[in-house]
């Protein structure tokens, strides 16, 4: 094993050990979380080694690094998460690469990836990225669209061709009420799920729980957690 495959392979050791742990805290089966790898600014060589060490699922956040590093991989079955705050300029180029798009937070956006999407004869998944720290009709400044805007982008993504609404996604807020509080946060958006599937039964994945707070995302109820540092290693600068 090269140094680097053996850091990785400890690393997601350590990982898969803490979500096996959260899973048996919370009385959950280990099958109802979904390990997603954020690979943003880490090489292609990386993700390779990744999927040999069994990750099935990557996720970036800028179409500048992700795409070449989607090409490089293409011979690799995994499935692609975009978790960035897209510009609907860069919508056509995710679109030929991504599975699943997490960050989708606006009806420009729902447009602009529907069209994309059936003139490139794929159907992309959509997550409903919700900012808990918005106000009232507002988007978030990491993106996402605050609680009361939720069920208005689910219907326009039902009724986008080319779209399918796999769920909710959320970063715990740094500000507002649920700054430094992740579980408060979780099961907020724990209930906002609940409200979104009474209405969209297939709409049932919950993205949340990042390196930091993976534990709490588990516990609160989250069937996929986004884990870049603890695997890949601290980033050399914000990505
Ligand atoms: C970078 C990133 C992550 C992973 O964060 P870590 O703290 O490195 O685990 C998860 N979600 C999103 C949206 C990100 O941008």
């Not at 990836?113 to 978030?140: F, K, M, N, T």
Request: aromatic content about 2%.
């Amino acid at each position: 094993m090269t140094d680097r495959k053996a850091q990785l392979a400890a690393n997601l050791a350590q990982v898969e050990e803490r979500i096996a742990s959260a899973c048996a805290a919370a009385g959950r089966k280990r099958e109802e979380v979904t390990l997603i790898v954020v690979t943003k600014t880490y090489p292609a060589s990386d993700v390779r080694i990744l999927r040999q060490l069994g990750v099935r699922h990557v996720a970036e956040n800028r179409d500048q690094d992700a795409a070449p590093k989607a090409t490089a991989c293409a011979d690799l079955s995994l499935t692609w998460h975009f978790v960035g705050q897209l510009q609907t300029n860069k919508v056509r180029s995710v679109t030929s690469y991504a599975d699943v798009v997490q960050s989708v937070d606006r009806a420009k956006l729902v447009t602009a990836l529907s069209a994309a999407a059936v003139r490139g004869e794929r159907e992309l998944g959509c997550l409903i990225q919700v900012a808990l720290d918005a106000e009232s009709g507002e988007r978030g400044e990491r993106g996402g669209v605050a609680p009361d805007g939720v069920e208005e982008l689910a219907a326009a993504i039902d009724s986008a061709p080319g779209l399918r609404l796999d769920g909710l996604m959320t970063v715990a807020p740094l500000a507002g009420e649920y700054a430094g509080r992740q579980r408060a946060a979780f099961d907020r958006l724990m209930e906002i799920s609940s409200r979104l599937r009474a209405g969209h039964p297939a709409a049932n994945m919950v993205s949340a729980g990042m390196s930091g707070d993976l534990e709490d995302a588990v516990a609160a109820g989250a069937t996929h957690v986004r884990v870049g540092t603890a695997v890949l290693g601290v980033r050399p600068r914000l990505g």
